[in-house]
């Protein structure tokens, strides 16, 4: 005689929300990646973020935040398993490099290091279902998954940014360049102020525009420093803010496809031979005149992403969450948003009307995430609501009233500023609130008696 398995309450646990909200998550992303790979192929002939992901297993990997995943994952882990974990990663690359210069393989240049922490991420993926159990084994598969997130994230990036390449053969410019007379040309303003500031200051801000995610990772490392002691992973971090900017940011490209002044109105970031794609050689001498905006085409290969500006973004949300952090980090979440701002004017990435649709962008993403967390307070609805709403106004306004935006500067200008200051005053304040009135602990579901179990 056996006591008869219960087999509804493992039903029971299998049906909880908060698992079937995490099995429906991993559908969606698995169902996402095969789409983009089978774009990416379709459209560009190359291969997608899951074969590019597959290869760097063996191949040379491409430049990307490997080993800045690897340290991501290591918040779950103990120090002497994070030394372990370093050293082999670090083991295994030389390795690979030794065995390369020994058949004389190519490796192109920046591409010698990587495999090591991939290598080491999915080890600890197969320890953590071979030999953990419980809230362990939890605990240290998220600690991978958010590694191999933020690899795979980029590689996501990069396809979507094949994909509004290949498929949005017009771009927006003359709308967004003509509206942008409303703020006064900021971007050919920032051009020429770098270009008279000397060599340093370009080389100070083109290292600050190139490396977003090293200041990404720090102040994630920050907030995730504790994960190993208390066994679990904070709320709210930075890099779910960064995953959701990265997901939907693309989406908004495909809406209006827009590749910046530099290429419009310049010669592009490759020289003179830009300008047989670009309307007039106008950047950053001559603002373009008020015309009859339309679309106008450009090339397969310029990525259309400036509508919002991303790199503000991730650069806003740098500083968001620099804010509670030590002294050194504040200036530094300062300095980085200050800088990217600098750059992405003064190198002709974006126009000043981008800037301030990003930090719209972000600060609703940031909103909704925290709502989220907080179970959809009323509060937090509004301000999702006002500030979704805000930021399709934007883009209407940018797409059908750029000429009026342009002949009436004194009005739309501070419109504009008006629009992002509301936005900027109501994040704040919501969020205070909610600082203020710590959100409500979810409790895990008891569960239900159950009767003694029968005899067979």
Known sequence: ?????????????????????WATAGVVAL????????????????????????????????????????????????????????????????????????????????????NGALWVMLGCAVFAVTRRTGRERMLLLKGVGLGLLLVAGRKTGDTW????????????????????????????????????????????????????????????????RNVAAEGRFPRHHLVRTFLVIGLLGPAVYMIFPVVGPIFTYGPGTSGTGGLQWAVADLWPHTPPPIGTPHPVPYDGITPRNCMPSLHTAWATAIFIHSRKGPRLLRYAGTF????????????????????????????????ALRSFDRGWERQGIQLVAYGTTVFAALLVAYRWLPVEMA??????????????????????????????????????????????????
């Open 31 to 114: 169902g996402f990646l095969v789409a983009l790979e089978i774009a990416a192929r379709r459209y560009g002939g190359v291969p997608g973020p899951i074969t590019n992901q597959v290869r760097e297993v063996l191949f040379p990997p491409k430049p990307g935040p490997l080993y800045g995943g690897l340290a991501l994952m290591m918040v779950v882990l103990s120090w002497r398993q994070r030394f372990i974990a370093a050293g082999a990663a670090v083991g295994i690359d030389v390795v690979f490099v030794v065995v390369r210069w020994a058949v004389d393989a190519e490796v192109p240049e920046g591409q010698a290091f990587g």
């Open 161 to 224: 940014l094949l994909i509004t390449a290949k498929t949005r053969p017009t771009v927006l410019d003359p709308y967004v360049a003509t509206a942008d007379h409303a703020l006064g040309d900021p971007s050919w303003l920032a051009g020429r102020l770098l270009r008279a500031s000397g060599p340093v200051s370009t080389h100070v801000l083109d290292l600050v525009y190139a490396q977003l995610a090293v200041a990404a990772v720090a102040v994630a490392l920050y907030q995730l």
């Open 1 to 21: 005689m056996f006591p008869r398995i219960d087999r509804r309450n493992k039903f029971a646990a299998w049906c909880r929300p908060r698992v079937i909200l």
């Open 336 to 367: 980085w948003l200050v800088a990217t701002l600098g750059a992405t004017l003064g190198f002709g990435y974006h126009y000043g009307v981008d800037l301030i649709a990003g930090v719209v962008f972000v600060l609703t993403v940031e909103a």
């Open 407 to 456: 002949r009436y500067p004194v009005v739309f200008g501070p419109l504009l500023i008006l629009a992002l200051a509301s936005v900027i005053y109501g994040y704040v304040r919501t969020t205070r609130r909610w600082d203020a009135t710590p959100a409500p602990v979810r409790l895990p579901r008891q569960a239900e008696p159950q009767p003694a179990a029968e005899l067979v």
